[in-house]
């Protein structure tokens, strides 16, 4: 799959933040896979400006060397949640420099940068004069124009020519994963084809954070939602798309319509995030694409 990352790998690190502008819409939100992707709703989506990738920890290392920013995970040795080992452990030494700790690897800087929580990449977002998607947006951006597809590239769980569409977990969850994309954990950004919108990796890869606090929709199914709504942190957040510990035998998220509450003080080694831009309306006129 490397010639994928081409795209984002080309970037020279003075060069503008890529982005896309999506448009004005209706889109259906949400899917009947899971029981929190409940219901199916219509919302209206005014256009915004977009991330074609994820943020990567080169882009998140100028923030931090223009305004000495401390994450949460690095004040007092918060840390945060590595997967290793086919389980979750909290680890104080987890930062976005390092990712899966003082005994792992450095975090390469096309990957996308993760241990990092709400606070920290809505902290970056303003710095750079934006802000975090609300769910409606990043789905919207996420689903390409494409209506009732299960995937960010149609409705089969992989691309035509049977490669994986995105960084997942392939193989039998949480033991063995075959690496067959080519990646066992974080893949550099861009290393998947495109959405019809010309956005990568908005399924897999690393969950993503929006804007919107943790809720279920209503209408959705109380007795089957019950134990993911009373498990989830106080202060959630919404993040959406999955990430590359999504396994087909396992949860299947890594689809537009996923969706999961966030801890808004702990990091994880699998969990980042993209910003937006909205403009007034009298600069809408003509934006029709990039």
Not at 7 to 34: D, H, K, M
């Amino acid at each position: 799959m490397a010639q994928y990352c081409v795209a984002a790998n080309a970037r020279s690190e003075g060069s503008a933040y890529p982005e896309t502008w999506i448009p004005q819409q209706v889109v259906t939100l949400g899917s009947e896979i899971q029981p929190e992707e409940a219901p199916r709703v219509s919302a209206h989506i005014d256009g915004f400006w977009i991330d074609k990738f994820e943020t990567t920890n080169a882009e998140f290392e100028r923030f931090v060397d223009a305004t000495g920013y401390v994450t949460f995970a690095e004040r007092g040795s918060a840390g945060g949640a590595i997967f290793r080992n086919g389980q979750w452990h909290l680890d104080s030494t987890a930062t976005w420099r390092k990712p899966f700790g003082a005994e792992g690897p450095r975090a390469q800087p096309h990957q996308p940068v993760v241990q990092v929580t709400y606070e920290d990449a809505l902290a970056y977002a303003r710095w750079r004069g934006r802000d975090l998607p609300t769910e409606g947006e990043w789905e919207a951006a996420a689903r390409g124009g494409i209506a009732d597809a299960e995937y960010a590239w149609g409705s089969s769980s992989r691309l035509e020519d049977g490669r994986p569409g995105a960084n997942h977990w392939q193989g039998v969850f949480p033991d063995l994963n075959t690496d067959e994309d080519g990646f066992p954990t974080l893949a550099p950004v861009g290393c998947f084809p495109p959405n019809p919108y010309g956005l990568y990796d908005m399924t897999g890869n690393v969950w993503e954070l929006t804007r919107d606090s943790w809720k279920l929709r209503t209408g959705a199914d109380a007795a089957s939602t019950a134990r993911l709504n009373e498990s989830a942190p106080v202060g959630a957040y919404t993040i959406k798309g999955g990430s590359w510990l999504c396994a087909d035998n396992y949860c299947r998220r890594y689809r537009p319509a996923a969706r999961q509450p966030a801890d808004p003080s702990l990091g994880t080694n699998h969990i980042g995030f993209r910003t937006v831009k909205r403009v007034p309306d009298a600069r809408r006129a003509g934006m029709g694409g990039e």
